[in-house]
């Protein structure tokens, strides 16, 4: 049986860690710089100075930094939601 974990009123699947670490994520030919807030095996928070017209659906890659070594990570994912100077996004 699946664990649910709540977050903020929000259903989730994987359990989400405070992660704070700086990332870039890029749509279409543009690369744009943001933080990620919280991260899981499925989704994370992503925040930024500026949403540029992003879109719900629309597909992103995301390059987040390896916590504990040297590197990074590029996942593809999907924005969710965006509001504010947030987005969340879930990996494909």
Do not use: H
């Not at 649910?4 to 860690?17: H, K, L, M, Q, S």
């Not at 070594?69 to 590029?74: L, N, V």
Request: proline share 4%; charged share 20%.
């Amino acid at each position: 049986m699946e664990t649910a974990y709540n977050f903020d009123g929000y259903r989730r699947t994987n359990e989400r860690i405070n992660y704070q670490k700086d990332v870039s994520f890029s749509t279409d030919s543009m690369i744009f710089p943001a933080t990620i807030k919280n991260l899981s095996m499925g989704g994370a928070l992503v925040s930024t100075a500026s949403i540029p017209q992003i879109k719900l659906g629309a597909k992103i890659i995301i390059t987040i930094p390896f916590a504990n070594k040297p590197g990074c990570m590029k996942r593809r994912a999907i924005v969710m939601w965006a509001e504010n100077n947030q987005f969340g996004i879930q990996f494909i």
